[in-house]
């Protein structure tokens, strides 16, 4: 009896399954798959003025691979990611350990201050700091001489925006994995007479070495997309931070600046897979991690 | 997973106990050191804040002459609001209420559909459910700046940019929210209840709104807080669709006054209506941010799992 019973609900689910995920469906298809295979579809062309759009094969791809700008453009983000992201990743496992280790109305009160440049839109958070490294603006040219926006030094102020923006948001990562750690952990190293920074360099960082290496990918994903920042401050000195400036900063003033469609697609469609293949094996690697643990 | 999930659950208990007992650090030296490096990280996080504070307070004379860390002059910080909402023909107003709309529509209509489909994902079965959620997963990971210029080519021969559709309906799409509200559902939404509910005689909708929501609703929360919040704060897309100053957000609105005030072209300086602009549109978030801190944390922690 349940048999015959259960059978029509089966189909009543299916068809109520499938109209449920419908429109996101849709979504998924026009703005995110349509999307892709379009850009896909344009790099592989070149618009000429005699023939209009042509075939090109890989064309795009070889000459953004040429193309000094470009490469250095991705050079800059590489050793921006290098140096930002362990600084940044520090100053947040530093901050995460010692709330987690302190119990007080000003480590709570902390937490919070950390956090709040997070919910800051970038745009604005880029803007506050154009006018802290401004001369005429900002309290830094009473206290040191030092250019913040020259070409030699606007990528060290670049770093430290989004350091400021972001350091808060991983230490609440951090904390949050901390916090998970049994507890029975720490008070076993401390009857083994560790000291509070041993046990928060010995143990309680290698417990939470899965979490870090989760924070550092997605750090290391944004920093290869970095954008809103360096635009921001381009007006504040366009001979250092240039048109090329990042990969995602040419590829924008490829399109809009110039219309060269093509190859700034082919520009984001590199970005894109190095992202998204870096984002999957990085993230099969600790899935493997932790399965070991 | 769920071990995850039920540990973080216990995570808030597991703090109030701790500050209970009243675990302290260990040698007063020790915690003296603490609040010492915890006291300047603050100092650093919050510098910018009073620095936009006290620079709001001052007009434009002020904010080039004056000490920037303390104010100094005449209050105008009620000058500067004033300019503020009538500059450019009060454009500033529009530019706060296009991102009040891009934010509320994108984020209630986001949540919705990621609630029905991650319900859908976790808890009804259908043929192609699998394949469909393992596609889903397939494209979580796809940068969202690499696909803002396609887009807006796609946009543009549908004849949607420059229209207010152009920031809605991609912002619409939520894979992350979807993966999340599913793997939520999956543990909280109990199936002795939908199956009561169906033999009570309601329909799937039905089933749906009155029980998986309710059971759901801290991660809608949670969804919902950060896919406006993303909006609000979203700069990208819109610089991209909008060529149109009146439908500008917030955010394209302050940068492109910053770009004509620093470049020169916008005859009178304007830099003291950019900082008290600044400051307007970053209040409600902070206000948001610290009456939902519960939502935020919650989201990260899950967020972190990804």
Do not use: C
């Amino acid at each position: 009896m349940s048999v015959v019973a259960r059978r029509p609900r089966v189909g009543r689910q299916a068809v109520a399954g499938w109209l449920f995920v419908a429109p996101f469906t849709v979504l998924l298809v026009f703005f995110l798959l349509l999307p892709m295979l379009y850009a896909a579809k344009l790099s592989l062309y070149r618009s000429t003025l005699v023939e209009g759009e042509v075939f090109a094969w890989l064309d795009n791809y070889r000459q953004a691979l040429d193309d000094p700008e470009f490469r250095r453009g991705v050079l800059r983000v590489v050793v921006f990611g290098l140096v930002q992201t362990p600084v940044m990743i520090g100053i947040a496992l530093v901050a995460a350990l010692l709330v987690d280790e302190v119990t007080s109305r000003f480590s709570r009160l902390f937490r919070l201050a950390a956090f709040v440049p997070y919910a800051v839109p970038v745009v604005i958070g880029t803007l506050m700091w154009g006018f802290l490294y401004s001369p005429n603006t900002g309290p830094l040219s009473s206290v040191t001489d030092v250019d913040f926006l020259s070409s030699g030094t606007v990528l060290y102020s670049l770093g430290n925006i989004v350091t400021w923006q972001w350091a808060g948001y991983n230490m609440i990562v951090l904390y949050a994995a901390l916090q998970g750690v049994p507890r029975e952990v720490y008070e076993s190293a401390r009857i083994d007479g560790a000291g509070a920074v041993q046990t928060a360099l010995r143990i309680k960082t290698p417990m939470i070495s899965a979490a870090i290496v989760l924070v550092t990918i997605f750090t290391i994903i944004g920093t290869l997309q970095f954008f809103t920042e360096p635009l921001i401050l381009q007006p504040l000195n366009p001979g250092a931070v240039t048109n090329s400036y990042t990969p995602n900063v040419y590829a924008y003033h490829q399109a809009f600046s110039y219309q060269q469609y093509n190859y700034s697609a082919a520009i984001s469609f590199l970005l894109g897979a190095v992202v998204f293949v870096g984002s999957y094996i990085f993230l099969f690697a600790t899935r493997r991690r932790s399965a070991l643990r | 997973m769920s071990d995850t999930v039920t540990e973080r659950s216990t995570v808030s208990e597991a703090v109030s106990e701790r500050a209970a007992t009243g675990r302290t650090g260990r040698t007063t030296g020790g915690r003296i050191a603490s609040h010492a490096v915890m006291a300047l990280m603050a100092a650093y996080f919050l510098l910018p804040f009073w620095w936009l504070l006290v620079a709001s307070t001052k007009d434009n004379d002020g904010l080039f002459g004056s000490a920037p860390l303390w104010f100094s002059g005449d209050f105008k910080l009620f000058d500067n609001l004033s300019t503020l909402f009538s500059h450019d023909g009060g454009v500033y107003l529009r530019w706060l209420r296009n991102s009040a709309l891009y934010s509320v529509v994108s984020g209630v209509g986001a949540t919705a559909l990621a609630a029905l489909a991650g319900y859908a994902f976790a808890k009804l079965r259908f043929p192609g459910r699998n394949l469909l959620f393992a596609a889903l997963l397939g494209l979580i990971m796809v940068p969202a700046t690499a696909l803002v210029l396609p887009t807006y080519l796609l946009m543009s021969e549908a004849g949607l940019t420059d229209t207010v559709w152009a920031v809605i309906l991609p912002s619409l799409l939520n894979p992350f929210g979807v993966y999340l509200l599913r793997v939520y559902a999956h543990d909280s939404v109990p199936d002795e209840m939908l199956e009561a509910a169906r033999i009570d005689g309601a329909g799937e909708l039905r089933v749906f709104r009155s029980v998986a929501l309710p059971a759901m609703r801290p991660a809608l929360v949670t969804v919902l807080l950060f896919t406006m919040v993303a909006t609000w704060n979203n700069f990208f897309l819109p610089l991209v669709m909008l060529s149109d100053n009146d439908l500008f957000p917030l955010t394209v609105g302050l940068r492109t006054w910053y770009q004509s005030a620093t470049l020169g072209n916008a005859g009178p300086a304007l830099f003291n209506v950019i900082v008290v602009g600044a400051l307007v549109a970053i209040v409600p978030l902070i206000v948001a941010f610290l009456l939902l801190q519960r939502y935020w944390r919650g989201g990260l922690t899950i967020g972190a799992l990804k």
